[in-house]
């Protein structure tokens, strides 16, 4: 359904993407790990057409574009199929919570008011926020705040969500209320890419596990092969930094 290939991108000297390619099924969740600096938010942003990649080529159902000379227009066609979530939530904070995703329907998508009030209340309700629709963010929780920003990515229902560390920005308290929202939401079939640095997360709900380091994809595979069968040692490495007890099965 998601087809990336080849993509670089570099900043003056500093080559960040060296050529990433992955691929995403209808209905999967793929997590991608790495140390802070391998390149995770830029892959993402590449892919949203916040940043142009230097080379690459991406394929979303029937569009297809090369990501360097990809025009606005074409950028907008994707984007009426992907959904992002900032990891500081990116919310208007003169915005009710429903305001909020109203906006990003309305003004992002084309939705007439009437739908975007019906199709916004229904994301905010799957996010379970009905009750806290006319609040605006400072009246808010950091988890109910991040819970506005998933509501907005999935209330056009997107083919395919982004997010960029949903959870990094929070007090851990609030962590969970937020993975908890986005486990439903894969139990429901939506398809996502999420850059996280919540193993067990990542372990319980994703189909697919990219690990990255220094701009290219070390090892990718099912949860099980990377958590379980890590192939390579920068693997290996990385994750016995977070599970210090883990038994890998070699
Ligand atoms: N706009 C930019 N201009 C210049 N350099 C940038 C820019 N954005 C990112 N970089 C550089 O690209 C590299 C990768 O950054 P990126 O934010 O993609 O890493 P990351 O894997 O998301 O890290 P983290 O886990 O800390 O969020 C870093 O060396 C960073 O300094
Ligand atoms: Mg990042």
Known sequence: MLKVENVHKSFGKNQVLKGV?????KGDVVAILGSSGSGK??????????????????????LKTDLKGAHKSVAN???????????????????????????????????????????ARKALDK????????YYPSE?????????????????????????????????ELVGEVLETIKKLAENGI?????????????DVATKVIYMDEGVIV?????????????QERTRQFLSRFLADYDYVI
């Open 77 to 119: 066609q994707f984007r009426q199929h992907t959904g992002f979530v900032f990891q500081n939530y990116n919310l208007f904070n003169n915005k009710t919570a429903l305001d909020n995703v109203k906006l990003g329907l309305i003004k992002g998508h084309g939705v007439d008011k009437k739908k975007a009030d019906e199709l």
């Open 127 to 134: 996010v379970g926020l009905s009750d806290r629709l006319d």
């Open 41 to 62: 938010t830029t892959l993402l942003r590449c892919l949203e057409f916040f940043e142009k990649a230097d080379d690459g080529r991406i394929e979303l159902g029937e």
């Open 21 to 25: 390619s992955f691929d995403v099924e």
């Open 140 to 172: 808010l929780s950091g988890g109910q705040q991040q819970r506005i920003g998933i509501a907005r990515a999935v209330a056009f229902e997107p083919d395919v969500i982004f997010m960029d560390e949903p959870t990094s920005a929070l007090d851990p």
């Open 219 to 231: 090892e990718q595979g099912t949860s099980l092969e990377i958590f379980s069968r890590p192939k």
């Open 191 to 203: 398809t996502m890419v999420i850059v996280t640095h919540e193993i067990s997360f990542a372990r």
